[in-house]
DNA sequence: ATGAGTGCAAACCGTTTGCAGCTAC
DNA sequence: GTAGCTGCAAACGGTTTGCACTCAT
């Protein structure tokens, strides 16, 4: 992605254009992958020179509060997140290999949502789906990324 | 839940029958909807006087390992219980108002599968799906229980 | 110039661990 | 008797907060 993107995002929520905002912007959209505060912040420092931790979560926060990026919650209690450019409804395919990412068109939750209306006369508000597995390119032998 | 039954799955866990460990899977079985390990805690102390909170951690990671009770975790970072009777495949419907769970038979994975499978060659393992709503009850005027 | 953004250190809080004492078997 | 259980206090670790300083607008 552009710096100019990044910089349009940013004008869009209102938020200050800073160099912080933009290269947190830039890691997420060169990425495939979904990344740890911590990781953004490794990666980020490279280029910046110096970036403290709580501003990588602040970014990262406001962000994922503006739906820019995806915020994943996953069981070792750590937080961890996305750019993704496709802004309709759709769920994540994760790899357990390489941590790629693949949007997913099939949502199945129409099936669900019949299921508790008929049921009990209840109403889905939301809903969260994530599809663990391994990807083609895992499965064919290929080694894949460490996390 | 009968303490006996508590009883006959600590013996097939080969965990010793201890009365924390009944007096938990006790206070989940009576329990239509999930429990921090603080609600736990609290529940179970009017019971037996005295626990600590890691023992109350401890076995009920024990039993979530064990597949006797399910764990949920929010995007508050907390792990919630919840002891389900029902071992097939299958999710949860959280009410939002009062955090009654309710079973749900559709997956509506299958197409996911199928989806993944064609398109690149992977495979799913496993998935995470969750069902936010309001339950029939709490439809209907009923105030609901606070969390 | 001024309010938003940032760094630093310290707090936070759910959860885990180490270890000594206790209990089911 | 002994292996496993439990209580307590302390540690852990990801995340958040308070506050003074800095920078984009």
């Known amino acids: 992605m552009e710096l100019e993107q990044g ?5 869009r929520l209102k938020l200050k254009v800073t160099p912080r905002r933009l290269e947190i912007i ?6 495939y992958s979904f990344l740890s505060a911590e990781e953004v912040w490794s990666r980020v420092r490279l280029r910046l020179g110096s970036i403290g931790l709580p501003t990588v979560y ?3 926060d406001e962000l994922a ?3 820019v990026i995806t915020r994943i919650f996953l069981s070792n209690r750590k937080q961890y997140y996305f750019l993704c450019s496709n802004q309709d409804h759709h769920h994540h395919f994760v790899c357990e290999s390489c941590h790629r990412v693949e949007d997913l068109e099939q949502c199945g939750l129409d099936a ?3 299921e508790i ?3 009990s006369g209840g109403r889905v508000t939301s809903h969260i ?3 663990n597995g391994v990807c083609g390119a895992c499965c064919q032998g290929h080694s894949g990324v460490a996390a």
């Open 65 to 67: 509060e503006a739906a």
């Open 112 to 114: 669900v949502s019949r």
């Open 129 to 131: 789906l994530q599809i």
């Open 58 to 60: 602040r970014i990262l």
């Open 7 to 11: 910089a349009a995002i940013l004008r």
């Open 26 to 31: 830039c890691c997420l959209a060169t990425e």
């Open 117 to 119: 209306a008929q049921r």
